[in-house]
């Protein structure tokens, strides 16, 4: 049975690319007059990267398997392969005329062969453009492969997550705050082991829920954030307005002053630290 390449695919492309790219590149100049000695290099390279390209296709093939069972990616999927086709097929006849040139190495119509070798090789670079950009929008613009291709559950969860808080960003720039939410809040019940998932859920229940009590569980239940200082700040920011909601001053005070002793260069927080010192805090997002 022969091996699924599919996986390797972005790493055999980019190989395949490297070498037509820089046999044509040999190719041109070796039809200088100073350039000659390009010659031979290029018939390797170009050699190569038709080697190159009929695995990256066969790859190719074998990736878009899983890709295209997603729903609404078929139409994507087929054009990228339709360009990847048409890209093997200019570089096979530009490794074709290279093997004619070794062939007939000696007679004047080498020559000509070099000229029109060199300018299939523009077209194949040509197609390569038209099949990266396919390709990018592919995995850009509809997640082609991304978290789907090896069909682990971890990296199938990775992708749903991703999805969850790219959407609750854009629902919420809409204006719809509490599509944003139930979003985050999904996101904190498939993922309660994740403390920056559950800050951002707290974050929501405090202010799109106006639920402080909520918010103040949430963030109680988390276990010590002590690899990340960034997220250690925002879970101590989140705290102090939750408590401060519930009119819990001082123990928000409190956790304002333990955040002073981590963090004393933080304006922001000097700032309202001091604020405090003159009336009631207020909830601000870190």
Not at 109 to 117: A, D, E, L, Q
Not at 164 to 181: I, N, P
Not at 259 to 275: G, K, Y
Request: with cysteine; net charge positive.
């Amino acid at each position: 049975m022969r091996p699924d390449l599919g996986f390797y695919h972005p790493i055999v492309i980019h190989f395949a690319i490297g070498l037509i790219t820089g046999g044509v590149l040999l190719r041109w100049l070796s039809l200088t007059r100073r350039g000659a000695f390009a010659g031979r290099a290029a018939v390797t390279l170009i050699l190569l990267a038709m080697a190159a390209t009929l695995v990256a296709a066969q790859s190719g093939e074998d990736a878009h398997v899983a890709v295209e069972a997603a729903p609404g990616i078929s139409a994507a999927v087929r054009a990228h392969q339709l360009w990847g086709e048409r890209t093997r097929n200019v570089v096979l006849l530009a490794g074709g005329l290279e093997l004619l040139t070794l062939a007939l190495r000696g007679r004047s119509i080498v020559r000509t062969m070099s000229f029109v070798s060199a300018g299939v090789g523009l077209l194949a670079l040509v197609c390569i453009l038209q099949t990266g950009k396919l390709g990018g929008e592919l995995v850009y613009g509809h997640a082609g492969g991304v978290g789907i291709r090896s069909g682990d559950p971890e990296d199938v969860a990775r992708l749903f997550l991703a999805g969850l808080f790219r959407q609750a960003e854009l629902d919420e720039r809409a204006g719809r705050t509490g599509d944003a939410a139930s979003l985050l809040e999904l996101a904190a019940q498939r993922f309660p082991d994740d403390p920056a998932v559950q800050v951002r859920a707290a974050e929501v229940r405090l202010e799109d829920r106006k639920d402080p009590a909520g918010a103040l569980a949430v963030l109680e239940r988390l276990a010590p954030t002590s690899d990340d200082p960034r997220l250690r700040f925002r879970r101590g920011w989140l705290t102090a307005d939750a408590l401060d909601a519930l009119g819990r001053r001082p123990e928000a005070r409190a956790v304002l002053e333990r955040l002073r002793a981590e963090f004393p260069e933080n304006t922001r927080l000097r700032s309202r630290l001091a604020r405090a010192d003159a009336g009631p805090l207020t909830i601000n997002r870190p």
